[in-house]
């Protein structure tokens, strides 16, 4: 990715929609780069490098076409999917933990940007889990406090409308049978319930907060913060030093270390856009490709 090999952006005719420099590297596109690279690249017996895969160009380029052409036609099958399976695995833990929009957690092209090259996983995995708690940290320095008032007002209000439900120890008709513009009392009371955990989500937990800062490091320097989490992903980056105080690197770490829900969101996206990428990005680099594995 990093010298140019791998083109997961949008063609250019999409740029207007979804960013002109924006990456996309998600499970779908990352699963379908392993069956048309890896899943053809070594020789079944000797597990070395197949010299007739160096020399089918062309058939890596199709493999990409046909994988792009497979996720369009699995599209609609592959977004039910992934929407009951998030929930299922994930709901629970959600409601427990009360944080609603998920930790956060590095994306897979962070993982992928950071990995080493031949790194052992259980290393990798190691480090990884070390830099996550600086990260937060880091993360949680810029918590706009207006955000965070606007936050505790949406809750309120949306809370105060979602005790509808004690309406039902009256009279457990009232939420199916009353209605307002259209929708009954339990329609109102699933979406400003869904209002409310979202809100919450978005007001930061300070007693959090002040025990992982405890743990990590005295003081809450932005800079001694993003030296110790570069120290773990092993990635720093010339324009943070010195600038580690700044919206856009905020902006910059954030983007590498979302919401987990936000991954999940992306993953959908990419579901759109995996075909296209497949079909029209990632075809013109099978040259590059190939010539890095010779």
């Given at each position: 990715?990093?010298?140019?090999l791998?083109n997961?952006k949008s063609p ?6 979804v ?6 590297l ?6 379908s ?9 070594f ?20 493999r990409?076409i ?9 599209l ?23 944080a609603?929009?998920g ?5 897979p ?7 080493e090259f ?16 600086p990260t ?5 320095l ?5 955000l965070?008032?606007i936050?505790?007002?949406v809750?309120?209000i949306?809370?105060a ?9 009256v ?13 009954n ?7 400003f ?8 989500a ?17 003081t809450?320097?932005?800079e001694e ?27 910059e770490?954030s ?14 996206y ?11 990005s990632l075809?013109?680099?099978t040259?590059n490709?190939?010539e890095f594995?010779?």
């Open positions: 990715i990093n010298k140019g791998l997961l250019w005719w999409l740029s207007p929609f960013g002109a420099d924006s990456l996309i998600t499970q779908s596109l990352e699963w780069l392993s069956y048309c690279i890896l899943d053809h690249m020789d079944d017996q000797s597990f070395t490098v197949s010299t007739a895969f160096l020399k089918d160009r062309q058939g890596l380029e199709w990409f046909m994988m792009g052409i497979i996720h369009f036609l699995l609609p099958f592959l977004l039910v999917f992934m929407i009951i399976h998030f929930f299922l695995q994930n709901a629970q833990k959600f409601h427990s933990s009360k609603y929009l930790p956060r957690q590095w994306s092209l962070a993982l992928w940007t950071f990995r031949n790194e052992l996983p259980h290393i990798f995995e190691e480090r990884i889990h070390k830099s996550v708690a937060e940290e880091y993360i949680g810029f918590q706009n406090p207006h965070s008032q936050a505790k007002c809750a309120y949306a809370g409308v979602a005790t509808l439900v004690l309406v039902s120890f009279d457990e008709g009232i939420l199916l049978y009353v209605q307002a513009l259209d929708h009392l339990f329609w109102y009371l699933g979406v319930s869904a209002i409310f955990a979202a809100a919450r978005i007001i930061p937990d300070e007693s959090k907060f002040v025990t992982q800062s405890a743990m990590i490091s005295p809450k320097d932005p913060l993003v030296r110790i989490l570069s120290a773990h992903t092993h990635t720093m980056r010339d324009e943070w030093t010195g600038k580690c105080h700044t919206d856009k690197v905020f902006h770490v983007e590498l270390f979302p919401y987990k829900v936000h991954i999940f969101a992306m993953e959908l990419s579901v759109l856009i995996t075909p296209i990428v497949l079909c029209f075809p013109g680099c040259d490709i190939i594995i010779r």
